[in-house]
Every structure is written in C-alpha cells, then in structure tokens.
C-alpha cells in the first residue's frame, strides 16, 4: 500500500455539538491546499484527518510540507498502512522502516489499538512486533531511551505504521473565526500578527497603505511578498493597497509635527474599517506591540482606537521584539521584512511624537 498521512485534530475534538462544522472546514481547506500536489483522498475518522495519495502522480514531498501549514492539526505522521495481522505488519514494518532501523543501536515498538476486537492489548502487539523485529535487525529492545520508536495503530480499517510524530500548525481551521482586517505594513510585526489571528480561524482581508513617490515599488513589492508568504497559511487572500499620499500630506500641512504619526493612525484605522464594513469583516488588526514605539503606549493606543467602532486586536501586544523576531523567524517572513525599504510610517515622523496624548 502506498503511503499516506494522519492529521491528528487540534481544538476541534472539544468542539461539542459544532464539531461536524469544524471538521468539513478542514476537510474544504486540506483538500484545496493538496489539489495543487495531485489527486489526494481526505476523509476524517476517529479525530484523525486521513491524506491519502491517490496514483504515482502525487508529490508527497510537497503535499506533506503544505500539511505543516494547515491549522487545526495538532500533529502528524507520514505513515504506511497494511492489513490488520501480525505477520503483515511485521512485514510492513520490515519494507517501510528497515533501512532506518537496521542503522540504529536500540529500538522499541509503540501501539496503539483503537479498535478494541483486534485480539491483542496494545502491549501484547509491541512485543510481539518488536521480538520479531529485534531478531531480524539484530538491534537491542530498550523501553526508556530507544533510538527510534515503531509505532504501530491499529484503526478501523487497517494497520499503520509510522516514526513519531511532528507537530502540526496548531490553531483552528481558516474560515471558522470569520473574517477581519489586517493592517499589513512591510516590518516584521504585523506579518507575525496576521499570522497569529489567521491562527485563530480568521480569514484575513489584508490593508496596505502606500504613499507615492515618498514610498517606492520595492517597498510595495516587499509587502506583497510578505503577503505571498502568508498565503501558506491563511490561504488565498486580497490586498487593498490604498493610496495615502494626499493625506499625509495634508496632515503634515496642517498638524502639529508631534501629532503626525498619531493622527496618520487614526486615519489608517478609519480606512480600513471602511474596507471591513465593505467587505464583512468584525474586526480589525494590527501589530502593535505595548511600548515599542510612541505610538504605542497605551495613551496613544487609547487615541488611536477611538475612531473606529469595530474592535481592534493585536496579537503581538504583549511580545518582546525578539520574541516577534523569534517568530517571524519560524513562519518564514524574516528574510522579507529586514529588507530596507521605507513604509509611509516612517517618512514625516516628528523628532519628539506625544506619547501620552489625550483625546481633547
Ligand atoms: P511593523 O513591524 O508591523 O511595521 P511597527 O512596529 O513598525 O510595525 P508602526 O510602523 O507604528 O509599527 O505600525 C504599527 C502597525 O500599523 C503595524 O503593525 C501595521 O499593523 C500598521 N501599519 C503600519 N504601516 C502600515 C502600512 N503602510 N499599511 C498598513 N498598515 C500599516
Ligand atoms: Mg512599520
């Protein structure tokens, strides 16, 4: 048989009576992320997601990283399935996972028996399979410290055999947490913040303030690369690139120079709750993080959410920069977002911007 992948369930396992929602969710999404890999079967049984190449065709390679990717998994194996018999899957075992064992020192083998009318215990099983294997390979059984671990499950329909599991994305599946707005800028905060929100089941309609010539095709290309890199995870999304040179300038016209970066928030996050009511999104989000930069103290927060009505989320507002770092490091937008290039945030900026303005 060939090989295949088991998705284990995140969250959605204590999803009470919504669960079955959850569950075609991910289905949808799983099954849109493999099409590109070739023809795969998705089907979910016993809080497992089952990813099932089926021809010769498939790149499993691709499809497997692409799994890495999908929220709602809590973690996964590539595995090989064969029938439910000892001699099978010792053979199985053999085909599959031979070369890897016969290169280590010791082994055990771990098993699991969800289905509860195969005639030995889970401990019954490894015995078994690992006196068999430990013969042929010539390798030493140690329960505490093994070099590889066997595992071996008996399921509903056949028996699968796998090396331990990774872990999965995490979070819930994309859609689930309806939709918001991200305020994506080019730095390395507000990747990670989409990131973490996209996490949470929400679908993102992503905002992206440009200000020509001050601002240059580079530095847009960067945020739409930004975007690109995010698409791994968040799926297909928009990016409204809006023009925002004349309001700058006319705030920088008519404004006090402490004020400039305040007050071009404020209209940033009017905006883009224009494109969230337009587009049926509950929510706008940012990455702010508490204290980084002026604009960010709980003062200037204060002010700057007090033009819109929706409400604002900012996943990273309690994260250190370097644990932001950290992050965008792992998910992949790092090398992007230090690339130089200015953001309409950081041209005007004020020598000395109010960090504790009030309203009035
Ligand atoms: P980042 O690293 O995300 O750029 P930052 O710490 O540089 O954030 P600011 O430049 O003050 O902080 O921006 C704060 C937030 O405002 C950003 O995280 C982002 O959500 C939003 N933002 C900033 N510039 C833009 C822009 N040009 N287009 C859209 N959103 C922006
Ligand atoms: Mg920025």
Redesign the pocket.
């Known amino acids: 048989m060939k090989e295949l992948f088991l998705l284990k369930l995140g969250e959605i396992v204590l999803k009470g009576q919504n669960r079955r929602v959850f569950e075609d969710k991910l289905k949808t999404n799983t099954r849109r992320r493999m099409s590109k890999f070739g023809q795969f079967k998705v089907t979910i049984t016993q809080s497992t997601l089952y990813v099932e190449p089926l021809n010769d065709d498939c790149d499993l390679d691709g499809a497997w990283e692409a799994c890495g990717a999908i929220f709602g998994i809590a973690s996964m194996c590539r595995c090989r399935a064969c029938e439910k018999d000892l001699d099978a899957i010792f053979k199985t075992v053999v085909e599959y996972l031979g070369d890897e064992l016969s290169m280590q020192k010791s082994f055990k083998v771990e098993s699991k028996r969800s289905d509860k009318r195969f005639p030995l215990n889970s401990i019954q099983i490894s015995q078994y399979v690992g006196g068999e294997l430990g013969q042929f390979f010539n390798v030493k059984a140690d329960m505490h410290h093994p070099d590889l671990t066997v595992y071996v499950e008996i399921r509903e329909k056949y028996a699968y055999i796998h090396t331990p599991s990774v872990p999965g994305a995490g979070g819930l599946p994309i859609g689930m947490g309806g939709r918001a707005v991200?305020?994506?800028?080019?730095?390395?905060?507000?990747?990670?913040?989409?990131y973490m929100i996209a996490r949470r089941g929400v679908e993102l309609e992503?905002?992206?303030?440009?200000?020509p010539p001050y601002?240059s095709q580079q530095a847009l290309d960067k945020?739409l690369e930004l975007a690109r890199l995010l698409t791994v995870y968040c799926g297909r999304m928009i990016v409204h690139i809006?023009p925002?040179t004349e309001i700058q300038e006319e705030i920088r016209r008519n404004c006090p120079e402490e004020y400039f970066?305040l007050i071009m928030?404020r209209f940033?996050m009017r905006i883009?709750e224009r494109v969230a009511v337009e587009y049926g999104c509950g929510a706008l989000?940012?990455?702010?993080?508490l204290g980084?930069?002026a604009?960010?103290t709980l003062q200037s927060l204060a002010a700057t959410n007090e033009v819109c009505t929706l409400p604002v989320y900012?996943p990273?507002i309690g994260f250190d920069k370097q644990e932001?770092v950290e992050r965008s490091w792992e998910i992949g937008t790092y090398e992007t977002?230090i690339q130089p290039f200015e953001?309409?945030?950081?041209i005007f900026v004020a020598k000395h911007p109010v960090t504790k303005p009030n309203i009035k």
Do not use: N, Y
């Open positions: 991200s305020l994506l800028s080019g730095g390395l905060d507000s990747p990670v913040s989409s992503m905002v992206h303030f440009v200000s601002t945020v809006i925002f970066t928030r940033m883009a989000i940012t990455g702010e993080s980084q930069v604009s960010q900012r990273v932001i977002s953001d309409c945030c950081t």
